[in-house]
C-alpha cells in the first residue's frame, strides 16, 4: 500500500468514525446536518481537521475539574444571603413568573430586587460613567471585558484604576485572551501592574491548548462591579466608539448600549465575575465571599434584576431556553436589536408564531457587519420571517452592537449575547432581564430611536434581488448552527 493510499483510507475511515460521533451526540437536527456536510467535504482532511479543532465546544477537562473545585458553592452561599428573608422576588415578577423560573433553573441565579437602573446608549458617556465611579470607589473595583482597547478608552480607563489602585482600593481586571490582544501585547498591563492592579487574562490561547480544548470558545462577557454596589453590563467593550470603523466598507461606528445598576443585582454580577477570576487568576478568595456579599438592606423601591450567565460550563443552552420563554411570553409587542442574527429552528419558529398570533415583531439589524458569511446566513431568514409579518429594520448610522429585547414594554432584556448560536452555546455571556414595566418602556425608548434610523426591508423587494445573492446567502444559512 503506497503512502497516498494510507492517508486517503485513513482520511475516509475518520470521516465515518466522527460522522457516528455527530449522530450519536444528539445535537439538533440543524447542527447534525452541518456537521456531516463540512466533514464531507471533497478536500483531503479539511473536514477532519476542521472538526478537531472547533468541533466539540471542550473546555478541557482539568479546566473543567478546577472551575468545579474551586467555584463550587459560589452562587449557592451567594443566593443564602440575597433569599435571607428579604428577596423575596416573585411579587414583582409575577406577570413574568414562568421567565423568571426558567432563567433561574438554568442559571442558579434568583432575580433580586431594588435596584435602580438606567440604560446608557452612548459610547463616550458609558466609559465616562465608568471612570466616575472608578474615581468614586472605596473598596474594590472589578472588571471583565472582552475587548480593551491599548489606547484611548483604555488607557483613560488604566488611568482610572492606576488612582484607586493608589488610593488603596483593590483592583482586579480580567480580559478576554484573543478578544485583548493587543492590550495584552501592549504596555498598560505592565503600568497597571506596577500600580498594584491585579490582572489576568481569560482562556489562553496556545498550540498545547489547542490539543485538549477549543480555542474559540472565548469570555464575551462585558462585566464591571465597584464596591459591589454599583455594576454595568451590556455590549459596551473599554473601547471608543471609533473602535472597528472601516470607512471605506462602510462598516461602523459601532453603536452599544449598557446598563448601570445600583443594588443587590450589583452582587449577582460580582458573582460572576468571582467564578471567572478564580478560574484565571492564582487568587482565591472563597473565603472571602462574606465580607465580598454582605447582606445589605434592600431599597423600598427599585427594579427587579434578574442577571444570568451563560456558557459552555453552564447548563446547555442556558439562555436560549429563557430567550424562547420570554418570545413565547410575548402578547402585544416584541422588539430585538442585535448585530449578528442567525437563530437556529426554534428561536426562527418562535419569532414567527409570535407574529401570526397578532404580536408586532420588529428586529432591527445593522445594514452592513463586519462578517460577510454571518451577515449572509441571517439575511437567508429574512423570507419566512417577514411572510409571517415580522417587521426587519437595517439601521443606518454604523454597525448596531446593542444587544437587547423587550417584551410588551414589560420585561426587558440588554447584555453581552448575540442571536446566534455561537453566543448561546459556545461564548461565556451575559445578560439581565429586568422585571420592571418602567424601565422596559426606557429601553423602548432607546430601541425606537434605533428604529426612527433605521430604513424597512419588504418582502416585495427582498425577494427580487439577484438569483447568485439568494444562493450565496442560503449556501450560507446550512452553515448557521455552526457560526
Given at each position: 500500500?503506497?503512502?497516498?493510499t494510507a492517508?486517503?483510507?485513513a482520511?475516509?475511515?475518520?470521516?465515518v468514525?466522527?460522522?457516528g460521533r455527530?449522530?450519536?451526540?444528539?445535537r439538533?437536527v440543524?447542527a447534525?446536518?452541518?456537521?456531516?456536510?463540512?466533514?464531507?467535504?471533497p478536500?483531503?482532511?479539511a473536514?477532519v481537521?476542521?472538526?478537531?479543532?472547533?468541533?466539540?465546544p471542550r473546555?478541557g477537562?482539568?479546566r473543567?475539574?478546577?472551575?468545579?473545585?474551586?467555584?463550587?458553592g459560589?452562587v449557592?452561599?451567594?443566593?443564602?444571603?440575597?433569599?435571607?428573608?428579604?428577596?423575596d422576588?416573585?411579587?414583582?415578577c409575577e406577570?413574568y413568573?414562568?421567565?423568571?423560573?426558567?432563567?433561574?433553573?438554568v442559571s442558579?441565579?434568583?432575580?433580586?430586587r431594588?435596584?435602580?437602573?438606567?440604560?446608557?446608549?452612548?459610547?463616550?458617556?458609558?466609559?465616562?460613567?465608568l471612570?466616575k465611579?472608578?474615581?468614586s470607589a472605596?473598596?474594590?473595583v472589578h472588571?471583565?471585558y472582552y475587548?480593551?482597547?491599548d489606547?484611548?478608552?483604555?488607557?483613560?480607563?488604566?488611568?482610572?484604576?492606576?488612582?484607586?489602585?493608589?488610593r488603596?482600593v483593590?483592583?482586579?481586571v480580567l480580559v478576554?485572551a484573543?478578544?485583548?490582544?493587543?492590550?495584552?501585547?501592549?504596555?498598560?498591563?505592565?503600568?497597571?501592574?506596577?500600580?498594584g492592579?491585579k490582572?489576568?487574562a481569560a482562556?489562553?490561547?496556545?498550540?498545547?491548548?489547542?490539543?485538549?480544548?477549543?480555542?474559540?470558545?472565548?469570555?464575551?462577557?462585558?462585566i464591571a462591579?465597584?464596591?459591589?454596589?454599583?455594576?454595568y453590563?451590556?455590549?459596551?467593550?473599554?473601547?471608543?466608539?471609533?473602535?472597528?470603523?472601516?470607512p471605506?466598507r462602510?462598516i461602523?461606528?459601532?453603536?452599544?448600549?449598557?446598563a448601570r445598576?445600583?443594588?443587590?443585582?450589583?452582587?449577582a454580577?460580582?458573582?460572576v465575575?468571582?467564578r471567572?477570576?478564580e478560574?484565571?487568576?492564582?487568587?482565591?478568595l472563597g473565603d472571602?465571599l462574606k465580607?465580598?456579599?454582605?447582606e445589605?438592606?434592600i431599597?423600598?423601591?427599585?427594579?427587579?434584576?434578574?442577571?444570568v450567565?451563560?456558557g459552555p460550563g453552564d447548563a446547555?443552552?442556558?439562555?436560549r431556553q429563557?430567550l424562547?420563554t420570554?418570545i413565547?411570553?410575548?402578547?402585544?409587542?416584541?422588539?430585538l436589536?442585535t448585530?449578528?442574527f442567525v437563530?437556529d429552528d426554534?428561536m426562527?419558529?418562535?419569532?414567527?408564531?409570535?407574529a401570526?398570533?397578532g404580536?408586532a415583531v420588529t428586529?432591527?439589524?445593522?445594514?452592513?457587519?463586519?462578517?460577510?458569511?454571518?451577515g449572509?446566513?441571517?439575511?437567508?431568514?429574512y423570507?419566512d420571517?417577514?411572510?409571517?409579518?415580522?417587521?426587519i429594520?437595517?439601521f443606518?448610522?454604523?454597525?448596531l452592537?446593542?444587544?437587547?429585547?423587550?417584551?410588551?414594554?414589560?420585561?426587558?432584556?440588554?447584555?453581552?449575547?448575540?442571536?446566534?448560536?455561537?453566543?448561546?452555546t459556545l461564548?461565556?455571556?451575559i445578560t439581565?432581564?429586568?422585571?420592571?414595566?418602567?424601565?422596559?418602556s426606557?429601553?423602548?425608548?432607546?430601541?425606537?430611536?434605533?428604529?426612527?434610523?433605521s430604513d424597512?426591508?419588504?418582502l416585495?423587494?427582498?425577494?427580487?434581488?439577484?438569483?447568485w445573492?439568494?444562493?450565496?446567502e442560503n449556501?450560507?444559512r446550512?452553515f448557521g448552527?455552526l457560526l
Open positions: 500500500m503506497t503512502l497516498a492517508l486517503f483510507s482520511d475516509w475511515l475518520l470521516r468514525i466522527l460522522s455527530v449522530v450519536m451526540s444528539r439538533p440543524s447534525t446536518l452541518a456537521w456531516l456536510l463540512v466533514l464531507f467535504i478536500l483531503p482532511w473536514g481537521i476542521l472538526y478537531a479543532i472547533v468541533g466539540e473546555l477537562w482539568r473543567v475539574q478546577r472551575y468545579q473545585r474551586l467555584t463550587d459560589f449557592a452561599k451567594a443566593t443564602v444571603f440575597w433569599r435571607g428573608g428579604t428577596q422576588w416573585t411579587t414583582e406577570p413568573k414562568q421567565v423568571a423560573n426558567v432563567a433561574t433553573a442558579d441565579m434568583p432575580p433580586l431594588g435596584n435602580h437602573i438606567s440604560f446608557l446608549g452612548d459610547t463616550d458617556h458609558t466609559i465616562e460613567a471612570i465611579d472608578i474615581d472605596r473598596s474594590r472588571l471583565l475587548i480593551w482597547m489606547r484611548g478608552a483604555g488607557e483613560r480607563v488604566a488611568e482610572a484604576l492606576e488612582r484607586a489602585a493608589g488603596g483593590i483592583c482586579r478576554d484573543v478578544g485583548s490582544k493587543h492590550f495584552l501585547r501592549s504596555a498598560l498591563p505592565g503600568r497597571l501592574r506596577r500600580a492592579v490582572l489576568a482562556l489562553p490561547v496556545n498550540p498545547l491548548r489547542m490539543l485538549f480544548a477549543r480555542v474559540d470558545l472565548r469570555n464575551h462577557r462585558k462591579v465597584i464596591d459591589g454596589w454599583v455594576a453590563a451590556g455590549s459596551q467593550n473599554i473601547t471608543d466608539a471609533s473602535f472597528g470603523y472601516k471605506r462602510k461602523g461606528p459601532w453603536i452599544d448600549a449598557t445598576v445600583e443594588g443587590p443585582a450589583a452582587q454580577l460580582e458573582v465575575f468571582l471567572d477570576w478560574i484565571e487568576s492564582e487568587e482565591r472571602q465580607e465580598l456579599l454582605p445589605v438592606p431599597p423600598d423601591e427599585g427594579s427587579t434584576v434578574h442577571v450567565p451563560s446547555v443552552s442556558a439562555l429563557a424562547l420570554a413565547y411570553s410575548a402578547r402585544e409587542e416584541l422588539i436589536t448585530p449578528y437563530p426554534a426562527r419558529e418562535a419569532l414567527i408564531a409570535a401570526l398570533r404580536v428586529i432591527v439589524l445593522p445594514a452592513r457587519v463586519d462578517g460577510v458569511v454571518v449572509a446566513a441571517a439575511r437567508a431568514h423570507v420571517l417577514l411572510q409571517a409579518g415580522v417587521r429594520k437595517h443606518r448610522s454604523g454597525l452592537h446593542s444587544k437587547t429585547m423587550t417584551v410588551d414594554s414589560d420585561l426587558a432584556m440588554i447584555g453581552s449575547v448575540n442571536l446566534d448560536m455561537r453566543s448561546f461564548n461565556f455571556e439581565l432581564f429586568v422585571y420592571d414595566s418602567d424601565e422596559a426606557l429601553m423602548r425608548m432607546l430601541q425606537v430611536s434605533y428604529i426612527e434610523d424597512d426591508v419588504f416585495e423587494d427582498w425577494v427580487r434581488r439577484p438569483v445573492k439568494r444562493a450565496f449556501t450560507m446550512m448552527p
